[in-house]
């Protein structure tokens, strides 16, 4: 009797040890588990970072150099069988603040069925870009809808989209992989059906942080056009875009953009980012 009275009292006992223990160790677990988290999340909070800063660096480059600047430029578009159009323009560009709102004008000098089109965009960060072009035979100022900024830009293999650079917020940013050249980093919309893309890859020079190459992929993951960097000159110390190209790699057409006679911080008026201007040409700025 007496050891059974034993028995039944140390069985409980290791029961409520061994119970004791697991709970220690489930406890101990769910501690590790809770004290690796942060890290993770810090890990995680730091690749953010890190791919924020790049695509910041990388619009700063693309579109922001200088307070403001100006460029002639020549459009050569190539067509699926080989035909050749030629558009010639001039750019006047001023920053309201860097990585913010945007002035741009674009004049166009030939061929003679597109001289004299003017094209004016507001960039704005917060909101739409608001887009404008004139056309001299109608005499008509034509507002350019935020529906067709992915639509091509006077005939050529550019979209309205790609002149004053696509609003960084419409995307969300994946860095992809990195060599000591460049990083690859993924976009991916977060309005799907904003545009005809379902993402694009661009790789970022790590020198001077210019988009040297993206390519663009439908739903099927089919990559169906792509833009390339074929010269980078540095003007006034800052690293600059003479040559470039976009290709639409379902026929291999493509067009062309070069630019010469490129200056930064000319010191361009506010006022002339108007609807007069658009009008009336400031030849000052333009010869």
Do not use: C
Request: charge should be positive; avoid cysteine.
């Amino acid at each position: 009797m007496i050891t059974n009275l034993l028995n039944n009292w140390i069985k409980p006992t290791k029961n409520r040890v061994k119970m004791a223990m697991s709970l220690t160790l489930l406890l101990a677990n769910s501690l590790s588990v809770y004290a690796q988290e942060p890290a993770t999340l810090a890990n995680e909070s730091d690749k953010k970072k890190q791919v924020e800063n790049i695509i910041k660096q990388a619009n700063l480059a693309s579109y922001y150099a200088g307070d403001d600047g100006s460029a002639e430029a020549r459009m050569i578009i190539v067509d699926e069988n080989g035909k050749r159009q030629m558009r010639q323009f001039t750019i006047l560009r001023k920053d309201q603040q860097d990585l913010g709102d945007q002035n741009i004008l674009v004049f166009f000098s030939q061929p003679s069925n597109v001289k004299d089109t003017v094209f004016r965009v507001e960039k704005k960060l917060a909101n739409d870009d608001n887009r404008w072009l004139f056309l001299p035979a109608l005499d008509l100022i034509k507002r350019i809808s935020a529906g067709d900024k992915r639509t091509s830009f006077v005939g050529s293999h550019f979209y309205y989209e790609d002149v004053s650079g696509r609003n960084p917020q419409e995307d969300n940013f994946t860095l992809v992989s990195e060599d000591k050249a460049a990083y690859v980093i993924n976009a991916k919309p977060k309005d799907a059906q904003s545009v005809e893309f379902s993402h694009y890859t661009v790789k970022i020079d790590k020198n001077n942080f210019l988009p040297i190459e993206t390519t663009y992929f439908d739903h099927n993951n089919q990559a169906t056009r792509k833009m390339a960097v074929l010269q980078v000159q540095e003007i006034n110390g800052i690293p600059t875009v003479m040559k470039s190209r976009i290709t639409n790699l379902g026929n291999n057409s493509y067009t062309e953009m070069q630019f010469r006679h490129v200056k930064y911080n000319v010191g361009l008026p506010d006022s002339l980012f108007s609807e007069r201007s658009m009008r009336t040409p400031p030849k000052a700025w333009l010869d």
